[in-house]
């Protein structure tokens, strides 16, 4: 019998906005990464200005997150 864990919902998510949206990686954790592109970064100049020459930070996340997934599901590692 293979038993799935699924990650505990942090206790800092609890804080809110002025957690999620302090990095990616909160959001990330918390499951708040459209709600903090949405509400917060959209209006924090750090987040609105791109250098065209910068790599993105969340479209890479995006990426890796999206390949590690699609990779579970071919390894049929994925809790129903």
Known sequence: LTTCLISAY???CAVGPAYWCKSF????D???IRHCTDTVWRYDGKHTTVDLST???????IIE??????NNIVNN???Y
């Open 10 to 12: 942090k206790q800092d």
């Open 25 to 28: 990686q909160n959001a990330e």
């Open 30 to 32: 918390c499951g708040a």
């Open 55 to 61: 790599k993105c930070e969340w479209c890479q996340k």
């Open 65 to 70: 997150n999206t390949h590690k997934a699609i």
């Open 77 to 79: 590692e994925v809790c």
